[in-house]
């Protein structure tokens, strides 16, 4: 529903593509895929057919969405999905994944959806965030998303190197971004995208070890968990092998 809504008010709004302007309900974009791969995971075969079809139809959705965070997550699970969890097999469903990603790259006619495409596959090309500062306009080619995202990737590299053991603060980075550089566009007075970046910025070496220490542990008590009930025959290999992904 949040989904439907957030395309609906972007298209009536006259936003045919890049429905990104309404800041939480477009993280339905994220969240529906990996809600249905887990209605795919436990379905029984008479629905799955038509979760496949679903599957298929928010392909489209999510492209013309602009949301890269979301394609990657679908690009991910989809390859999951088609191989049964098998790690090996997935890592060169990815790849082929990325080539068909190359393919829609090079062939789509609209310019916003074909720049969001090539920010995926080079994703160490990022704005001028300088040429921004200094005109007050966007370079040729640079998007808001890619200029902001490499000025938060500067700034945070810069107090990485300043306060690299316990960081910067937790949500410091904001405040330091509206006290130090009030004078910017407001979009690129934004926080960091990366959840490890951000992490690694306000917390530090520290804070990111207990962070990813966190992670490990969920991951190992799961793996227990799904080791228990695949033997005592609640869940099916398969699905063992997909939850932890």
Same mark, same amino acid.
């Given at each position: /529903?949040?989904?439907?809504?957030?395309?609906?008010?972007?298209?009536?709004?006259?936003?045919?593509?890049?429905?990104?302007?309404?800041?939480?309900?477009?993280?339905? !974009?994220?969240?529906? #895929?990996? &809600?249905?791969?887990?209605?795919?995971?436990?379905?029984?075969?008479?629905?799955?057919?038509?979760?496949? %079809?679903?599957?298929?139809?928010?392909?489209?959705?999510?492209?013309?969405?602009?949301?890269?965070?979301?394609? +990657?997550?679908?690009?991910?699970?989809?390859?999951?999905?088609? /191989?049964?969890?098998?790690?090996?097999?997935?890592? =060169? &469903?990815?790849?082929?994944?990325?080539?068909?990603?190359?393919?829609?790259?090079?062939?789509? $006619?609209?310019?916003?959806?074909?720049?969001? +495409?090539?920010?995926?596959?080079? =994703?160490?090309? /990022?704005?001028?965030?300088?040429?921004?500062?200094?005109?007050?306009?966007? &370079? #040729?080619?640079?998007? =808001?998303?890619?200029?902001?995202?490499?000025?938060? !990737?500067?700034?945070?590299?810069?107090?990485?190197?300043?306060? #690299?053991?316990?960081?910067?603060?937790?949500?410091? !980075?904001?405040?330091?971004?509206?006290?130090? !550089?009030?004078?910017? #566009?407001?979009?690129?007075?934004?926080?960091?995208?990366?959840?490890?970046?951000?992490?690694?910025? $306000?917390?530090?070496?520290?804070?990111?070890?207990?962070?990813?220490?966190?992670?490990?542990?969920?991951?190992?008590?799961?793996?227990?968990? %799904?080791?228990?009930?695949?033997?005592?025959?609640?869940?099916?290999?398969?699905?063992?092998? +997909?939850? =932890?992904?």
């Amino acid at each position: /529903m949040i989904l439907a809504y957030t395309i609906t008010w972007h298209v009536a709004h006259g936003y045919l593509v890049g429905w990104k302007h309404l800041f939480d309900p477009k993280l339905a !974009f994220s969240f529906v #895929p990996i &809600a249905l791969a887990g209605l795919l995971i436990f379905s029984n075969r008479a629905k799955r057919r038509t979760l496949w %079809l679903a599957w298929a139809g928010i392909l489209p959705l999510l492209v013309l969405s602009g949301e890269r965070k979301a394609l +990657l997550i679908y690009l991910f699970l989809t390859a999951a999905l088609l /191989m049964r969890g098998r790690l090996a097999a997935i890592v =060169p &469903a990815i790849a082929v994944g990325f080539v068909g990603l190359f393919v829609l790259a090079t062939t789509v $006619e609209n310019s916003y959806v074909g720049k969001q +495409l090539q920010t995926i596959l080079h =994703p160490l090309s /990022m704005g001028q965030h300088e040429y921004l500062a200094a005109t007050g306009k966007y &370079a #040729p080619g640079d998007t =808001p998303s890619n200029v902001q995202r490499a000025f938060a !990737f500067t700034l945070s590299r810069q107090l990485i190197s300043e306060h #690299p053991l316990v960081g910067v603060g937790t949500n410091q !980075f904001k405040n330091i971004i509206d006290t130090d !550089f009030s004078g910017l #566009p407001g979009e690129l007075r934004l926080g960091i995208h990366g959840e490890f970046q951000r992490v690694l910025t $306000e917390n530090g070496i520290i804070g990111l070890s207990l962070y990813v220490l966190i992670w490990i542990t969920a991951w190992f008590r799961l793996s227990r968990t %799904l080791s228990w009930a695949l033997s005592h025959g609640l869940i099916g290999a398969a699905q063992a092998r +997909l939850l =932890p992904l």
